[in-house]
T-cell receptor, first 113, second 112 residues
Framework: RKEVEQDPGPFNVPEGATVAFNCTYSNSASQSFFWYRQDCRKEPKLLMSVYSSGNEDGRFTAQLNRASQYISLLIRDSKLSDSATYLCVVNTGGQGSWGKLQFGAGTQVVVTP | DAGVTQSPTHLIKTRGQQVTLRCSPISGHKSVSWYQQVLGQGPQFIFQYYEKEERGRGNFPDRFSARQFPNYSSELNVNALLLGDSALYLC???????????FGEGSRLTVL
């Protein structure tokens, strides 16, 4: 079983619509969580960290459910520029350890006019 | 400010050869991590270095090695290249243990 699993998509989303997708992680000791965005043939860039209480950054909302071990990302009012692959990232280290960042394979989002 | 820089950007090698990839972190960042990204997959963790010490190693064979220099730059070496080593090799720097990684544009390795 992969440590971080994501629905690969693609999620085809009309411009202006809302899209949401999840990722699941297997290591219950995971301490920190992130969403990264990767454009085609570019490097990943941090979109947002994910906090236990959930957090919002503009049109993007991230949620963490530790009990069920999943993280979600919701994009409201989708823009054409939101088309990208969204990588779910989990730090699998336990408290006090360096751990390592585990990336999911990514969820592709395609926003259409 | 300069971001993470990697060299070379593209290279082609043949099976059995050796390759060295280089990375310069963002100024002030003491942690450098290396990732391998195969087409269609997410980046896979190879190594993390902090203050010149190895802090983490992923599930890669001993053909992969790395080091970090006093100026915090880093090299990734891969010996006895296999076709399956063809990938985008990403270097990322950060301030420390966790948190935001800043990636370079990567070195795209093709093994023939």
């Amino acid at each position: 079983r992969k440590e971080v699993e994501q629905d690969p998509g693609p999620f085809n989303v009309p411009e202006g619509a809302t899209v949401a997708f999840n990722c699941t992680y297997s290591n219950s000791a995971s301490q920190s969580f992130f969403w990264y965005r990767q454009d085609c043939r570019k490097e990943p860039k941090l979109l947002m960290s994910v906090y236990s209480s959930g957090n919002e950054d503009g049109r993007f909302t991230a949620q963490l459910n530790r009990a069920s071990q999943y993280i979600s990302l919701l994009i409201r009012d989708s823009k054409l520029s939101d088309s990208a692959t969204y990588l779910c990232v989990v730090n699998t280290g336990g408290q006090g350890s360096w751990g390592k960042l585990q990336f999911g394979a990514g969820t592709q989002v395609v926003v259409t006019p | 400010d300069a971001g993470v820089t990697q060299s070379p950007t593209h290279l082609i090698k043949t099976r059995g050869q050796q390759v060295t990839l280089r990375c310069s972190p963002i100024s002030g960042h003491k942690s450098v991590s290396w990732y391998q990204q195969v087409l269609g997959q997410g980046p896979q963790f190879i190594f993390q270095y902090y203050e010149k010490e190895e802090r983490g190693r992923g599930n890669f064979p001993d053909r992969f090695s790395a080091r970090q220099f006093p100026n915090y730059s880093s090299e990734l070496n891969v010996n006895a290249l296999l076709l399956g080593d063809s990938a985008l090799y990403l270097c990322a720097s950060s301030l420390g243990r966790t948190g935001e990684l800043f990636f370079g544009e990567g070195s795209r390795l093709t093994v023939l």
